[in-house]
């Protein structure tokens, strides 16, 4: 039996919840897909899509971990900020990805239209804001996305963001049109079932145990009720892949990160702090990122720890909450908090390639946001099933190097403290790095 959703928002306003049963037989396929989240699912769907017959597993539910947990924002690049990318890969390497990325954004939508996959409301819009006074410095980073990489990204001055969001702790802003926001939940299960339509099998409670290469060609994967014979296989498994693969799980970080989202609040009272339904991150390096639900809740984002999730975990992200908007003092009462582990590279970028002919890794997207997801399993799916060699973009982050073994979360931890000590040291501007840190 797989385990239930975790008590979560989404869990709770799921549209359909109906679990899958578990492989127990033998199985043949061409391709198996390991991991039941986002980009395992983008994976599947993209290769049905092109006439292969796939089977998905998962350990758990699908959407159990990252997944169904996340803050809902569907914005465009990575963890990494654009401009290091461009010093690690230069400008037109850096070009090439954001276009991957536009696409992945788009690609979505479509998945939604065409599939009628109701994970609303989506609502168009997020808002960058900063906590640093220092106008000028947005508008270069403005003018710098519209010319180096196209982005119709709009400035918002300290007035006009502090219209929407009134608080003193913002300053100056941009407004990116083209992001939007949904229920992540709803699409995994919506994107699941269009995968079913076109004849693709998914399991759940079906952890992948280990995976042989067989010396007539091809993979078996191994679980405790059956093995499945395939021609390729596609590890989706994140933080999860555990001793499934030694190489994946030494080369990221596991690290914890945290939402709450508050009971509904007074409509009216709200409007005199969070007047605006926009998505909304800050510039900061330990950043929050939030959102007004359709029921005037607040869903709120942020933090991150090693140490697992903390018993206190509702009052310290209202807290945070209240530290912004301290006109919401007697009125937020947190409904749900939650938690849970995510795979985070110590280069900020998601981990996709082979580690042999046939064998492929589609990984490591903690931070990124759910566009990236999109993106992996679309390069991946049609690196397989057309030789397409887009995957390559992600060569220079893909070479699994060791990111500290058993003392990796501690030396992440390490990073967010300093990250968290120059927010409070330094008064200069960030660089905008969207987190919306994907959950697991």
């Given at each position: 039996?797989?385990?239930?959703?975790?008590?979560?928002?989404?869990?709770?306003?799921?549209?359909?919840?109906?679990?899958r049963e578990a492989l127990t037989s033998d199985?043949?396929?061409?391709?198996?897909?390991?991991?039941?989240?986002?980009?395992?699912?983008?994976?599947?769907?993209?290769?049905?899509?092109?006439?292969?017959?796939?089977?998905?597993?998962?350990?758990?539910?699908i959407g159990w971990g990252a997944s169904g947990?996340?803050?809902?924002?569907?914005?465009?690049?990575?963890?990494?900020?654009?401009?290091?990318?461009?010093?690690?890969?230069?400008?037109?390497?850096?070009?090439?990805?954001?276009?991957?990325?536009?696409?992945?954004?788009?690609?979505?939508?479509?998945?939604?239209?065409?599939?009628?996959?109701?994970?609303?409301?989506?609502?168009?819009?997020?808002?960058?804001?900063?906590?640093?006074?220092?106008?000028?410095?947005?508008?270069?980073?403005?003018?710098?996305?519209?010319?180096?990489?196209?982005?119709?990204?709009?400035?918002?001055?300290?007035?006009?963001?502090?219209?929407?969001?009134?608080?003193?702790?913002?300053?100056?802003?941009?407004?990116?049109?083209?992001?939007?926001?949904?229920?992540?939940?709803?699409?995994?299960?919506?994107?699941?079932?269009?995968?079913?339509?076109?004849?693709?099998?998914?399991?759940?409670?079906?952890?992948?145990?280990?995976?042989?290469?067989?010396?007539?060609?091809?993979?078996?994967?191994?679980?405790?009720?059956?093995?499945?014979?395939c021609d390729q296989v596609v590890l989706c498994?994140?933080?999860?892949?555990?001793?499934?693969?030694?190489?994946?799980?030494?080369?990221?970080?596991?690290?914890?990160?945290?939402?709450?989202?508050?009971?509904?609040?007074?409509?009216?009272?709200?409007?005199?702090?969070?007047?605006?339904?926009?998505?909304?991150?800050?510039?900061?390096?330990?950043?929050?990122?939030?959102?007004?639900?359709?029921?005037?809740?607040?869903?709120?984002?942020?933090?991150?720890?090693?140490?697992?999730?903390?018993?206190?975990?509702?009052?310290?992200?209202?807290?945070?909450?209240?530290?912004?908007?301290?006109?919401?003092?007697?009125?937020?009462?947190?409904?749900?908090?939650?938690?849970?582990?995510?795979?985070?590279?110590?280069?900020?970028?998601?981990?996709?390639?082979?580690?042999?002919?046939?064998?492929?890794?589609?990984?490591?997207?903690?931070?990124?946001?759910?566009?990236?997801?999109?993106?992996?399993?679309?390069?991946?799916?049609?690196?397989?099933?057309?030789?397409?060699?887009?995957?390559?973009?992600?060569?220079?982050?893909?070479?699994?190097?060791?990111?500290?073994?058993?003392?990796?979360?501690?030396?992440?931890?390490?990073?967010?403290?300093?990250?968290?000590?120059?927010?409070?040291?330094?008064?200069?501007?960030?660089?905008?790095?969207?987190?919306?840190?994907?959950?697991?």
């Amino acid at each position: 039996m797989s385990e239930s959703y975790i008590e979560t928002y989404y869990r709770d306003t799921l549209n359909t919840n109906n679990p899958r049963e578990a492989l127990t037989s033998d199985h043949d396929t061409e391709i198996c897909v390991i991991g039941g989240g986002l980009a395992g699912l983008s994976t599947a769907i993209g290769l049905v899509e092109k006439g292969k017959k796939v089977t998905l597993i998962e350990a758990n539910r699908i959407g159990w971990g990252a997944s169904g947990r996340n803050g809902g924002y569907i914005a465009k690049g990575y963890a990494q900020g654009y401009k290091q990318l461009m010093k690690m890969v230069g400008l037109e390497h850096t070009k090439d990805l954001h276009k991957l990325s536009t696409h992945g954004r788009a690609l979505i939508k479509e998945k939604i239209k065409k599939y009628n996959i109701d994970c609303g409301p989506i609502k168009n819009g997020v808002l960058g804001v900063s906590w640093n006074n220092h106008p000028e410095k947005v508008k270069e980073y403005i003018e710098w996305m519209r010319d180096d990489l196209n982005a119709p990204l709009e400035y918002w001055s300290t007035e006009k963001v502090r219209e929407a969001c009134k608080t003193e702790r913002y300053y100056a802003g941009f407004y990116s049109p083209e992001d939007y926001q949904f229920h992540p939940l709803n699409y995994v299960h919506g994107l699941a079932s269009a995968i079913e339509g076109h004849g693709g099998k998914i399991f759940e409670a079906t952890k992948a145990d280990k995976i042989d290469e067989r010396p007539d060609g091809g993979y078996t994967v191994n679980t405790a009720n059956g093995k499945i014979k395939c021609d390729q296989v596609v590890l989706c498994c994140s933080i999860y892949v555990d001793d499934l693969n030694k190489k994946l799980k030494y080369a990221a970080f596991p690290v914890y990160t945290y939402v709450m989202v508050t009971k509904p609040i007074d409509g009216a009272l709200l409007d005199t702090a969070l007047n605006t339904d926009y998505a909304i991150f800050d510039n900061r390096y330990a950043q929050d990122y939030y959102r007004r639900l359709p029921d005037n809740r607040i869903l709120w984002g942020g933090r991150v720890s090693v140490t697992g999730v903390p018993k206190n975990l509702a009052e310290i992200m209202k807290q945070d909450l209240l530290k912004v908007y301290p006109q919401l003092a007697g009125a937020v009462e947190p409904e749900y908090a939650w938690g849970g582990s995510l795979c985070y590279a110590p280069h900020k970028m998601p981990q996709i390639g082979q580690l042999k002919p046939g064998y492929w890794y589609n990984t490591c997207f903690g931070g990124h946001g759910l566009v990236p997801t999109s993106v992996g399993g679309d390069v991946v799916s049609s690196a397989i099933a057309e030789g397409d060699e887009r995957y390559k973009l992600f060569e220079p982050f893909s070479k699994l190097w060791f990111a500290g073994g058993p003392l990796s979360p501690y030396i992440a931890q390490s990073v967010y403290y300093a990250w968290r000590a120059r927010d409070v040291m330094i008064s200069g501007f960030s660089d905008f790095k969207p987190s919306f840190l994907g959950k697991k």
